[in-house]
């Protein structure tokens, strides 16, 4: 047998600095949002009380951030893009004592291996600002001009000598969708500055100075949460504090994305806290429903190492379960002090449970049922009294191995109770209707729309203003025709509509939302998969609907015809759930026939 050729080993040598300055880079800086934040920080670390941040085409041909910081002494500028070069650290022992929001020591540096920069700056009492431009980490020229006090950093042309890199960035508008969630999540993390967001010359945000935890949560999350939050304050027992706000359960989200944290002024993603938040919350929201909150932690800084990731994003925190504790409590008996908050999903100790009913067809095991017995007869008074005037049952055929089923009447108007030959059965409207048009839009693509004779005004957050901008095709599909109309208000000239139901407005807040982190999370399929998901949840019948049995039968016929019909939503939730008749038998004590 012929041995295998074997390829001579090349020696080690080291890399030249400008390969390892690009290595630097690219574990600093991802993307143009990546830029911003890090630029943002500085400014903040030079005490800016105003903060301007511009793009252009995203942030992938420019990106400026401009502060009324105390600016950078001429003789330093060329020391601020070398790197491991730092005003940040006080001594040896300084990094067991970040009190700034560096510091990796390669933020600017690394900016400045991967682009055309130009850094201006004039610090407090200087006659004039001092510049230098950088191109590809090398100092190409020095300029002195005149400009009010503060730093202005000019980045072009992100990635010019990296392509590999440049080519995984996304469109313009989808570079710009995180741009804007980076600034928000920044001034969420420090209100104390006013944050300008400005691209292609046009404002999309303005958050201005506060020192409010609400009034910030407010203006970066939209206006519904005006009235509908819980302040949240408890020291720390070896010092310091945890503060913010979080949303009461009425008003949640889909995923985990509108959650903030930060810890001594930087904004920062932590597992620990973020559960701990999480499990303040069961009994008040559903397990595919997250909270909504902004938590800020003031901490010694002894207790934290910045340095565990290149972007500072993540950070360790010296017994952080036992803060996640401090946290979990101080959350849930903020709940407790606002009981008004528990209006919907909340669950009592004395409930009527019923034993996990058998699912058609071998779904997953549903919530077991939970009804607070105090509130039933009141319930059903209530939301049943003007839906039983009508006692027609509707009587849905058997079709394609499905069961007849008798619609009997809605409960809670969310349920429907019918009878098959051999049970008892429960239907979630909204998750049948959503399941159809779900099917209708991956099938034709699009929803049917109607025109609104008075056109409807919503107000958009800046993020969702840049999701709508992005997914603009997406919406139209959607069958939502939406227009600036100054400002952050927006119109809406018609509405999705679907078997002559239509769609509410407030319903697109919450889609745009959504499509920004990519669709429903819990449809494991591809973007348009998730995206048709979105769509069908807000353009389906709604959990508190009032609708008719003939209108509920008209969604099962259309469900009976589907050519691959699932007794689950597009999320995985049941639609169907059978009582079967000897399981009712058995609760009675009865023999079985």
């Given at each position: 047998m012929t041995p295998p050729t074997q390829r001579p080993t090349p020696g080690i040598r080291r890399l030249d600095p400008a390969t390892i300055a690009r290595i630097a880079a690219g574990e600093v800086v991802e993307r143009p949002a990546s830029v911003v934040k890090e630029l943002v920080e500085n400014a903040y670390d030079a005490g800016a009380t105003e903060v301007g941040v511009a793009i252009w085409q995203g942030g992938l041909t420019r990106i400026s951030v401009l502060d009324n910081g105390s600016g950078i002494p001429a003789d330093e500028l060329g020391l601020a893009v070398e790197r491991h070069a730092t005003s940040k650290l006080s001594g040896p022992g300084g990094l067991e004592r970040i009190a700034t929001l560096g510091f990796r020591g390669e933020a600017l540096a690394s900016i400045a291996a991967v682009s055309r920069l130009t850094?201006?700056?004039?610090?407090?009492?200087?006659?004039?600002?001092?510049?230098?431009?950088?191109?590809?980490?090398?100092?190409?020229?020095?300029?002195?001009?005149?400009?009010?006090?503060?730093?202005?950093?000019?980045?072009?042309?992100?990635?010019?000598?990296?392509?590999?890199?440049?080519?995984?960035?996304?469109?313009?508008?989808?570079?710009?969708?995180?741009?804007?969630?980076?600034?928000?999540?920044?001034?969420?993390?420090?209100?104390?500055?006013?944050?300008?967001?400005?691209?292609?010359?046009?404002?999309?945000?303005?958050?201005?100075?506060?020192?409010?935890?609400?009034?910030?949560?407010?203006r970066v999350l939209g206006a519904e949460l005006v009235g509908q939050m819980v302040e949240v304050e408890v020291p720390i027992p070896d010092g310091g504090r945890i503060s913010g706000v979080v949303g009461r359960p009425a008003i949640s989200r889909g995923t985990s994305r509108s959650v903030f944290f930060s810890v001594n002024g930087r904004s920062v993603a932590s597992r620990v806290l973020a559960q701990a938040l999480r499990r303040a919350f069961d009994d008040y929201l559903p397990r595919t429903r997250y909270p909504v909150g902004v938590i800020a932690v003031e901490i010694d800084p002894a207790r934290i190492d910045v340095n565990v990731h290149p972007t500072k994003r993540e950070i360790r925190i010296t017994r952080e379960r036992e803060l996640g504790e401090i946290l979990r409590a101080a959350v849930r008996s903020a709940l407790q002090r606002a009981p008004q908050a528990v209006d919907r999903g909340a669950r009592s100790s004395r409930s009527l449970r019923l034993d996990p009913p058998e699912l058609q067809s071998g779904g997953p095991t549903p919530p077991t049922l939970s009804v607070p017995l105090?509130?039933?007869?009141?319930?059903?008074?209530?939301?049943?009294?003007?839906?039983?005037?009508?006692?027609?049952?509707?009587?849905?055929?058997?079709?394609g191995g499905h069961p007849r089923l008798l619609l009997l009447a809605p409960i809670f108007s969310l349920y429907w109770l019918a009878a098959s030959d051999d049970a008892l059965v429960l239907v979630d409207q909204h998750a049948a209707s959503e399941r159809v048009v779900y099917e209708a839009l991956r099938r034709d693509g699009r929803l049917a729309r109607q025109s609104l004779v008075s056109p409807i005004l919503l107000t958009l957050t800046a993020r969702q203003a840049a999701v709508l901008s992005e997914r603009r095709a997406e919406i139209g599909s959607a069958g939502f025709t939406v227009?600036?109309?100054?400002?952050?208000?927006?119109?809406?000239?018609?509405?999705?509509?679907?078997?002559?139901?239509?769609?509410?407005?407030?319903?697109?807040?919450?889609?745009?939302?959504?499509?920004?982190?990519?669709?429903?999370?819990?449809?494991?399929?591809?973007?348009?998969?998730?995206?048709?998901?979105?769509?069908?949840?807000?353009?389906?019948?709604?959990?508190?609907?009032?609708?008719?049995?003939?209108?509920?039968?008209?969604?099962?016929?259309?469900l009976y015809r589907l050519p691959d019909a699932s007794y689950a939503c597009p999320h995985g939730r049941p639609i169907l759930v059978r009582l079967p008749r000897g399981r009712l038998d058995r609760w009675f004590l009865r023999s079985p026939e």
């Amino acid at each position: 047998m012929t041995p295998p050729t074997q390829r001579p080993t090349p020696g080690i040598r080291r890399l030249d600095p400008a390969t390892i300055a690009r290595i630097a880079a690219g574990e600093v800086v991802e993307r143009p949002a990546s830029v911003v934040k890090e630029l943002v920080e500085n400014a903040y670390d030079a005490g800016a009380t105003e903060v301007g941040v511009a793009i252009w085409q995203g942030g992938l041909t420019r990106i400026s951030v401009l502060d009324n910081g105390s600016g950078i002494p001429a003789d330093e500028l060329g020391l601020a893009v070398e790197r491991h070069a730092t005003s940040k650290l006080s001594g040896p022992g300084g990094l067991e004592r970040i009190a700034t929001l560096g510091f990796r020591g390669e933020a600017l540096a690394s900016i400045a291996a991967v682009s055309r920069l130009t850094l201006r700056s004039r610090p407090t009492g200087a006659e004039a600002a001092h510049g230098i431009r950088v191109e590809g980490g090398h100092i190409e020229g020095e300029f002195i001009e005149g400009a009010p006090p503060g730093t202005t950093v000019d980045v072009a042309d992100l990635f010019f000598n990296t392509p590999a890199r440049r080519k995984f960035l996304h469109a313009p508008a989808a570079e710009q969708v995180e741009v804007t969630g980076a600034v928000g999540a920044l001034y969420l993390a420090h209100p104390g500055a006013t944050l300008v967001l400005e691209s292609e010359g046009r404002e999309v945000a303005r958050y201005p100075r506060t020192s409010s935890a609400s009034d910030a949560a407010v203006r970066v999350l939209g206006a519904e949460l005006v009235g509908q939050m819980v302040e949240v304050e408890v020291p720390i027992p070896d010092g310091g504090r945890i503060s913010g706000v979080v949303g009461r359960p009425a008003i949640s989200r889909g995923t985990s994305r509108s959650v903030f944290f930060s810890v001594n002024g930087r904004s920062v993603a932590s597992r620990v806290l973020a559960q701990a938040l999480r499990r303040a919350f069961d009994d008040y929201l559903p397990r595919t429903r997250y909270p909504v909150g902004v938590i800020a932690v003031e901490i010694d800084p002894a207790r934290i190492d910045v340095n565990v990731h290149p972007t500072k994003r993540e950070i360790r925190i010296t017994r952080e379960r036992e803060l996640g504790e401090i946290l979990r409590a101080a959350v849930r008996s903020a709940l407790q002090r606002a009981p008004q908050a528990v209006d919907r999903g909340a669950r009592s100790s004395r409930s009527l449970r019923l034993d996990p009913p058998e699912l058609q067809s071998g779904g997953p095991t549903p919530p077991t049922l939970s009804v607070p017995l105090a509130a039933l007869p009141i319930a059903i008074a209530r939301r049943q009294e003007h839906l039983l005037a009508d006692r027609t049952p509707r009587l849905v055929g058997a079709a394609g191995g499905h069961p007849r089923l008798l619609l009997l009447a809605p409960i809670f108007s969310l349920y429907w109770l019918a009878a098959s030959d051999d049970a008892l059965v429960l239907v979630d409207q909204h998750a049948a209707s959503e399941r159809v048009v779900y099917e209708a839009l991956r099938r034709d693509g699009r929803l049917a729309r109607q025109s609104l004779v008075s056109p409807i005004l919503l107000t958009l957050t800046a993020r969702q203003a840049a999701v709508l901008s992005e997914r603009r095709a997406e919406i139209g599909s959607a069958g939502f025709t939406v227009e600036p109309f100054g400002g952050d208000s927006y119109r809406i000239a018609s509405l999705p509509v679907y078997r002559g139901r239509l769609a509410r407005a407030d319903m697109l807040p919450a889609l745009l939302d959504e499509l920004a982190d990519g669709g429903r999370p819990t449809v494991p399929n591809g973007l348009v998969e998730r995206t048709a998901a979105s769509i069908a949840c807000h353009a389906a019948v709604r959990a508190g609907d009032t609708i008719s049995a003939e209108e509920m039968g008209r969604i099962l016929d259309a469900l009976y015809r589907l050519p691959d019909a699932s007794y689950a939503c597009p999320h995985g939730r049941p639609i169907l759930v059978r009582l079967p008749r000897g399981r009712l038998d058995r609760w009675f004590l009865r023999s079985p026939e």
